[in-house]
């Protein structure tokens, strides 16, 4: 069995055919995916995939190079979704003193 944990399911190359593309996972012995967002917009998708896909789950978080774009606002509501069922992992952005 393998985990994927890392794949953008959500960007727009695999809206055609993301169920074809679930399915050779399926064939290739992943069992597991995880979605990891960017940003607030596609934490969202992330945990939109998760919900609507079974072995699906979620990481939401801001991505280093979001992190300039980012507001006190996205992180709360980023920690907001960390209490989605479907959310395994988190990330965040680095704060430099």
């Known amino acids: ?21 679930l399915a050779r996972a399926i ?15 596609t934490s969202r998708q992330a945990i939109a995939l998760a919900e ?3 072995g699906i ?3 939401v978080g801001i991505h280093p190079h979001e992190a300039a774009k980012c507001s006190n ?14 959310v395994v992992a988190v990330g965040r952005r680095i704060f430099r003193s």
């Open 1 to 21: 069995m393998y985990i994927d944990t890392h794949a953008h399911l959500f960007f727009e190359d695999f809206q055609q055919d993301l169920a074809a593309v």
């Open 27 to 41: 064939e290739a012995g992943v069992r597991q995916i995880v979605v990891p967002g960017t940003d607030v917009a």
């Open 52 to 54: 609507a896909h079974d």
């Open 57 to 59: 789950f979620a990481c």
């Open 73 to 86: 606002n996205d992180i709360e509501l980023i920690r907001g979704m960390t209490q989605h069922e479907k």
